[in-house]
């Protein structure tokens, strides 16, 4: 294989890594706050791809993004709202239970409105305009996709580090009770932790179907689940750690991919989630938690 045919897999890795990236953080910060796996996020990241299908068939592609990202948002809180929320002093197997139930409520209501047969998913021009760099050539979405996802994520940084509400979710995501005891809204941190988390799919779903062409009901359990091992590969509540294990399990992903082993490229990303759970449980970045009595 000719270090071209290399740097050209990598490109598209490092692409693939990205969109992994934002799906991962709304993995790594509901966790970070609720102590949730939220396993419905990969089919509000699904659902975002049906959203940007209806809205480009009405609308032009700058309006259709912003309806597509908007009602993700609103669609992530509205979850949030009506189904963990009346469960937030039950056990914490309840949530999980329902966050499962919510995933499978998604998926039937997505085959009964719009079948299992998968859609086109809508050509965006400016996205799929081709630059060709030396030997190697890439889609403007390959390019945008890692460049938006660390911008994204920088500003993700400065709210959570700089702002009043990055220092009530830290508060939160620090000890819930004390928070609540201190005046903090957490109605409302719990609120925008999910807008952020369920914006950030919308525009992982924009940038990961631009590239895919298709959406299916199920389009976001795998990747959805992929994403979930990247944000505990990271280290789970780490936000640095969602993206390096986005970019890692994307890059790895396509290079096997590349090399011929294609079929084990799904297997690889569960393996390496068994191998980090023997290993290093509290992933890469992850810190050890004290338990207090």
Same mark, same amino acid.
């Given at each position: 294989m000719s270090m071209t045919t290399i740097l050209q897999h990598c490109l598209t890795g490092i692409s693939l @890594? @990205?969109? !992994?990236? =934002? &799906?991962?953080i709304g993995y790594t910060l509901v966790y970070g706050i609720l102590r949730l796996i939220n396993f419905a996020h990969g089919d509000i990241f699904m659902m975002a791809g049906y959203f940007? &299908? /209806?809205s480009l068939a009405s609308f032009p592609w700058p309006v259709a993004i912003i309806i597509t990202l908007v009602v993700t948002t609103a669609m992530g809180i509205a979850i949030e709202r009506m189904a963990y929320k009346p469960l937030r002093s039950s056990p914490r197997m309840s949530i999980m239970i329902s966050a499962i139930g919510v995933s499978y409520l998604l998926q039937n209501l997505s085959t009964y409105l719009f079948t299992a047969i998968p859609r086109g998913y809508p050509e965006i021009p400016i996205l799929k305009r081709i630059f060709q760099m030396g030997e190697l050539s890439a889609s403007f979405v390959t390019i =945008?996709?890692?460049v938006l996802t660390i911008i994204l994520v920088v500003i993700l940084m400065v709210l959570v580090n700089r702002t009043k509400t990055g220092m009530a979710m830290r508060a939160v995501s620090k000890d819930f009770e004390t928070a609540k *005891?201190? @005046? &903090? #809204? +957490?109605n409302r941190v719990i609120s925008v932790t999910f807008a952020i988390g369920s914006f950030l799919a919308g525009v992982g779903? +924009? *940038? !990961? /179907?631009t590239d895919r062409m298709s959406v299916t009901p199920f389009s976001g359990t795998l990747p959805g689940l992929k994403? /979930?091992?990247a944000a505990v590969f990271g280290g &789970? @509540? #780490?936000?640095p750690g969602a993206v390096v294990g986005g970019f890692f399990i994307g890059i790895v992903e396509t290079l096997l991919v590349a090399l011929g082993y294609s079929t084990f490229s799904d297997a690889f990303t569960f393996f390496l989630l068994i191998v980090m759970l023997l290993v290093r449980p509290t992933g890469l970045f992850g810190e050890k938690t004290v338990e207090k009595v």
């Open positions: @890594g @990205g969109a !992994y990236a =934002l &799906i991962a940007m &299908i /209806f =945008l996709t890692p *005891l201190m @005046g &903090i #809204n +957490i779903s +924009i *940038l !990961y /179907f994403c /979930f091992v &789970i @509540g #780490n936000i």
